[in-house]
């Protein structure tokens, strides 16, 4: 299955009761096994989590800890970016030059990169 049929299968199962955004999100690991994950609402609002955090979470549960390629899509005008904590949560697993695809249900997508999505991030340097 490709990316983007895994991010596309995996919205379906959103939760998101309050916002009606559902959100799918799924990542390429280094061994090349597809991740998938998607936003889990709750009815208080700020403990919901994003798609790209469950994919990621599923990554690491299963033991591995690299992604290669990420694929995000939701219903939307545009393609939908991830928000500013998923940014850091992607550079956190991912090189700067991976590539995050960002998509809409109604086909449209827009190729851009970790670093490109979070420039000066803080990372583990800084704490040296
Ligand atoms: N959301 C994601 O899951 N990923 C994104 O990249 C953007 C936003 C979710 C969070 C919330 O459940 C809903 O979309 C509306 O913000």
Do not use: W
């Amino acid at each position: 299955m490709s990316l983007k049929d895994a991010a596309l299968l995996v919205r379906e199962n959103a939760y998101a009761p309050y916002s009606n955004f559902k959100v799918g999100a799924a990542i390429r690991s280094a061994s090349g096994v597809i991740y998938s994950g998607c936003n889990v609402e709750n009815v208080a609002y700020p403990e919901g989590t994003c798609a790209e955090a469950g994919a990621i979470a599923a990554m690491v549960a299963a033991g591995e800890q690299e992604l290669t390629e990420i694929y995000v899509v939701a219903s939307s005008p545009q393609p939908v970016p991830p928000c500013g904590g998923c940014r850091q949560k992607l550079a956190e697993f991912g090189k700067r030059e991976v590539k995050v695809t960002l998509a809409s249900v109604e086909g449209a997508e827009m190729e851009t990169t970790i670093g490109d999505l979070l420039p000066g991030a803080f990372g583990a340097s800084h704490m040296e």
